[in-house]
């Protein structure tokens, strides 16, 4: 996603904003607003309020509505699961004016470097059995979740439209980043899911511990950040994502806090290799774009298994 400017005069305008936005829904301004910089597409600002404390989220990009929308539908089904998430108070868009969210500030801090990390691994794994036990319509970033006859997109669909599976591998074998027989693999793996009775899930899509917030203690607070989230299927391809971070042994902690076994994982070992790898392509190819050729040469050490100790590729 694209870096937000951060000209003043923009930041001032979207604080301004902000300061409507809370004076419009709470009756009065807030006492504090704090710009942070958030390295997405939206402006981002910490209140301090006589009602509490707020996150106060502004798109740029009028369509993004929808994406927040979605993001309030996610977080209220996970609630209400017993999944710890970020409390969306309103999301609202005025008459040719940025979409805006406005949420409750999480108390706490990112889950990463926590001393009680290990434990913390393994709620996560049982709240992503959760979240992927929740149902959806459609697969993709633009499931049916307004159950409002939006086109239900199939998982063959999503694959080759929205996730766009040919062009990544595309873009793996033309900059030589796999092997010829690793391209050939990766394509079989994943066209052989086509072919599956595939129910659809939700997913978090970036379930890591950079989006768990815990407090002192260990406690997961929330986890944050639902506004790329998917139905697709599960648990392949959450485990995938939210697998990559971690060291070997915080891996068997994840899966089992997921409820897994050894034996129900291996089958999934290809496909989750395979998610993991083609989602990729989008770094690989900003590292194009700037002709980072060291960092191309990393990812080609890293994805050919190069730094893969436990087992002969």
């Known amino acids: 996603m694209d870096e937000t400017p951060e000209r003043p005069v923009t930041i001032r305008h979207y604080r301004q904003l902000a300061n409507e936005f809370i004076e ?25 309020h006589v009602e509490g404390q707020f996150i106060v989220r ?23 699961a017993g999944v710890p998430s ?21 108390t706490g801090s990112e889950a990463t470097h926590h001393p009680q990390r290990e434990r913390i691994i393994h709620e996560m794994g049982h709240y992503a059995s959760i979240i992927n036990s ?33 062009e990544r591998l595309g873009l793996l074998s033309r900059h030589k980043i796999l092997s010829n027989h690793a391209v050939k693999k990766l394509s079989r793996t994943i066209n052989d899911t086509r072919a599956l009775r595939l129910e659809p899930s939700l997913s978090h899509a970036d379930l890591r511990l950079k989006n768990v917030m815990v407090d002192d203690d260990g406690e997961i607070a929330a986890i944050i950040d639902w506004e790329e989230c998917l139905s697709t299927m599960a648990p392949q391809f959450e485990l995938s994502i939210s697998l990559h971070d971690l060291s070997i042994d915080e891996k ?6 997921y409820g897994l076994d050894s034996e129900t994982v291996a089958p999934m070992a290809d496909l989750l290799r395979a ?13 194009v774009e700037v002709r980072d050729h060291k960092m191309l040469a990393e990812f080609r050490l890293r994805l050919s298994g190069g730094l893969d100790l436990y087992s002969l590729c």
């Open 275 to 287: 998610f993991n790898i083609i989602n990729y392509s989008d770094a690989i190819e900003r590292a």
């Open 24 to 48: 419009k829904h709470f009756g009065k301004a807030p006492q504090r607003i704090v710009y942070r910089r958030s390295g997405r597409t939206n402006y981002v600002f910490a209140v301090n």
């Open 252 to 257: 068997h902690l994840l899966i089992d806090g």
């Open 86 to 106: 970020t409390d969306v108070l309103i999301v609202d868009q005025d008459e040719d004016s940025e979409p805006y969210m406005i949420t409750r500030r999480v």
């Open 134 to 166: 929740i149902p959806t319509e459609g697969f993709g970033a633009h499931f049916d979740w307004t159950n409002n006859g939006f086109k239900r997109r199939t998982w063959t669909e999503y694959l080759d439209e929205e996730w766009q599976f040919e």
């Open 58 to 80: 502004i798109s740029p990009d009028l369509n993004r509505i929808e994406a927040f929308k979605k993001e309030l539908w996610a977080t209220q089904k996970v609630r209400e």
